[in-house]
Every structure is written in C-alpha cells, then in structure tokens.
C-alpha cells in the first residue's frame, strides 16, 4: 500500500505550489491524482472563496471507483479461510 499512496501524496501539490514551471509529465500527474482536487476543495473553503468544480470533480472520482469497485467485486469469488 505504501508503494502506491506515497507518489500519489508526493504527486499532489500539498508541499509546493502548482506553477506553469513544472514539466509536463509532472503537469499530468497532478492533474490526475485525486488528492490534488481534494486539497483544491479544502483550501477554498479554509480561505473563504468557492469553487464548485474541485468537488465536483472529488464527486465524480469517488462515485466512478465505487462504481468500478462494484463490478469488480461481483466478478471475484471471495473465500474465507479459518486456521
């Protein structure tokens, strides 16, 4: 799990600022990492201004995993096993 949540936190911009500086293949990392609409959100709302579209896109992403989840949990036969 680790492996994959630490560049997923490192990607989001939560220890620097997001600028049109950075290289492309960093552009697209944030842009696709959830947690960088998540910090969006919350900072908008700690500095008193409100963008709908950060949540709106938090929204979307968590309904759309659930939705994915869903099917894949349907396809997988899960066995449980006492020892």
Not at 18 to 41: E, G, H, N, R, W
Request: hydrophobic share 55%; charged share 15%; with cysteine.
């Amino acid at each position: 799990m680790t492996l994959i949540f630490s560049p997923v936190s490192y990607a989001a911009p939560t220890l620097y600022v997001f600028s049109d500086k950075l290289p492309l293949f960093v552009k697209c990392l944030i842009m696709i990492d959830p947690l960088t609409y998540q910090l969006k959100a919350i900072r908008t709302v700690a500095f008193g201004f409100f963008e709908p579209l950060p949540i709106l896109v938090d929204l979307l992403l968590t309904l759309g995993m659930m939705y994915l989840a869903q099917r894949i949990l349907r396809k997988v036969s899960l066995q449980l096993s006492v020892r």
